[in-house]
């Protein structure tokens, strides 16, 4: 059961049904990246989706082109393979050693922003230095001191546990539609991530999203990513 709600009224039943709790709270600790999760394809196409949202909600004067589309995903690419060749690194016996690692590997958005701005010593991007500046300085609130970067750097501790029954989502404390749209946007496609994990195949269960559905009314990017994703949901048995 997978709970996306406001002033959640379920969090007296995470504990007696094995769940788990997020609460996306200001004012405390953020245990939620959009990063975290198996990086596959689809978690590549949806962080640049999340990423060029951002923007759009940000400067929406500024025109994202397929340049900047394809800089976004091969940045994420790279920074995802730089991790796993860190993570792969071990000292044995006082030597560097590679060997091969089953743990999960997560990006940050400050490895993406590296990776990002490390993109033009590559040929295939060298003549677009000026582009990539331009999205990096577009991406400033979500990276660094900006004022949404506490939501996209997450906490050493936010792999979440694959024997939890329920999870509960609260996202009331979220006021800005900036901060509204991009979280719920991050949340459901966790969702989508964790019905497809092998362990939870052909499974099913539900998804409760209550008074957040209310976000779709005003704010037209939420309200297509919401419909498109029970639709997928509805696919996948839930």
Do not use: C, W
């Amino acid at each position: 059961v997978f709970v996306i709600d406001k002033k959640s009224s379920y969090k007296g039943v995470v504990g007696p049904f094995n769940g788990e709790l997020t609460v996306f709270d200001p004012n405390g600790e953020m245990p939620f990246t959009p990063f975290r999760g198996e990086f596959d394809d689809a978690k590549v196409n949806f962080l640049t989706n999340l990423l060029t949202t951002g923007i759009k909600l940000t400067s929406p004067t500024f025109e994202i082109e397929s340049e900047h589309l394809t800089s976004i995903s091969k940045a994420l690419k790279l920074a995802y393979l730089k991790r796993l060749k860190e993570a792969s690194l071990e000292y044995i016996d006082g030597e560097l050693i590679s060997e091969n690692t089953n743990d999960d590997i997560e990006v940050t958005m400050d490895d993406f922003v590296a990776s990002m701005a490390s993109l033009t010593s590559d040929p295939e991007f060298e003549g677009m230095k000026e582009q990539i500046d331009k999205i990096l300085i577009k991406l400033k609130p979500f990276y660094g001191d900006g004022i949404y970067s506490k939501y996209f750097k997450g906490t050493n501790d936010q792999k979440k546990k694959s024997s939890n029954l329920l999870y509960v989502y609260d996202l009331d404390a979220l006021k800005n539609e900036t901060l509204q749209t991009l979280m719920t946007m991050s949340v459901i496609e966790e969702i989508r991530s964790l019905i497809q994990r092998p362990e939870h195949q052909e499974r099913g269960g539900f998804i409760v999203i209550e008074e957040l559905g209310m976000l779709g009314r005003d704010n037209p990017v939420a309200k297509k990513f919401i419909i498109d994703a029970a639709e997928t949901f509805r696919k996948l048995g839930f």
